[in-house]
Each structure stands twice: as C-alpha cells, then as structure tokens.
C-alpha cells in the first residue's frame, strides 16, 4: 500500500482539495486498493473545520464531493506516508520541522512532481480557488503518474 499525505497550513482549502481530486484520479484509475491518501494542516488554526466552501465549489463543478472531510493537524502517525507533499516553502519547512531527523517518506511541493519550482497559492488569500483547482489537478496528475511509474 503506497501512502500519500497532503499537507497545507489549514487543512481546508488546499490539502483537502489535493485529496479529494487524488483520490478521484485514484479511483478512476482503479487503484483504491493501492493507494491510502489523506491531508492534514500544519497548524491548529483550523482543527476540526469542514472543507472551504471556495474548494467545496470548485470541486462540485467536476463532480467530486468532499462530504466527511474535516481539517486535522499533522501527526506522529503521518511519518509513515511514502509521500508527504507540501503546497508552499513555508508548508515543505514546517513539515520538516515536524520530522526532526525522524525516519519518513519522500517530502515534496506539489508542482515539483510536475517539474515546477513554484507553490500552490493560498486561495483563503487569493480568492482564486479556480486557478488553485488547476494547479493541484496538475500537481496530482503527475504525482499518480510517478507512483504508477515507480510503485505499481
């Protein structure tokens, strides 16, 4: 079983995003049975919330649903994901503050597995859940592709 963790500073907007759409892709593909995939926040800011109504939207239009999903903090038994992947630096610093030299998976920005050096902006900021939704779907496409390539 391969396991994917998305991490953002909340937990509401992009992570979540991230895991909804992978796990679309992920089903689609046939791979449920392969794949174990989950978000989480690097902060407590807002532990417990549902999904932002932005993502909740722009998800809708494709048809996928984000119903039980509620923010979380990252946690010990995270470490045990094969791949930790961040949406901006500050997410990918603060994750590895968390593993402090412990033993985990690959950490990762997104758009790397698309071959970009650039973040996933915070739409909470920027109002703009739409280009938000491209760049995950981007970002998500690519990493599949790499777990396929390399896991499957």
């Known amino acids: 079983m391969v396991k994917v963790l998305f991490v953002c500073l909340g937990n509401i907007c992009r992570s979540p995003m991230a895991e909804a759409i992978f796990r679309d892709m992920v089903e689609k593909e046939g791979l449920s049975e392969k794949i174990l995939i989950d978000s989480a926040a690097t902060s407590s800011w807002e532990h417990g919330n549902p999904v932002h109504s932005g993502t909740r939207k ?73 280009t938000t939704f491209n760049d995950v779907t981007k970002g998500c496409t690519a990493l599949l592709d790499k777990i396929k390539k390399d896991n499957l």
């Open 58 to 130: 722009e998800l809708a239009k494709v048809g996928i649903g984000v119903e039980g999903m509620y923010s979380r903090i990252l946690n010990d038994n995270d470490l045990d994901a094969d791949y930790i992947v961040g949406m901006d630096d500050s997410n990918i610093e603060n994750i590895k503050k968390f593993i402090a030299g412990r033993k985990t998976g690959e950490v990762k920005k997104l758009l790397e597995y698309a071959g970009e050096d650039r973040i996933i902006d915070d739409p909470w900021y920027t109002g703009d859940f739409k």
